[in-house]
């Protein structure tokens, strides 16, 4: 597990125990559904269930739901929140944009908490 998510682990407030180390651990290599992680981790399915939902709270992980099939989980590793994502439905990478890549304004006032740009990278366009 990298540094900087066992320092973000910690910030938040969540010990960095055995399940959710290896949760992250398993992320690390690119998004996974549920059912992968608990073959890749061979944990029970609540306590992958809880550790993700712990893990989604801090922002450390999120989710993307794709039009058929279970969602995936991901991992976003910066420190910076208002990022926007992007999700390859082809291959099921990740990218964390740069900031100024997606800027969006409303049209009332108001936050934008999450962004998540759903296509094709450049190795499935
Ligand atoms: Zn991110
Ligand atoms: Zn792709």
Redesign the pocket.
Known sequence: MKRSLREKLHTEGLRCTQPRRCIVEALESGPKTHAELLKLTGLDRVTVYRNLLALQQIGLIYRVYLTTGEPYYVL???ENPS?A?FFCESCHRAT?LPDETVQVHLPWPGRVERVLLVGKCAKCA
């Open positions: 976003c590793d910066t990022h994502h964390c």
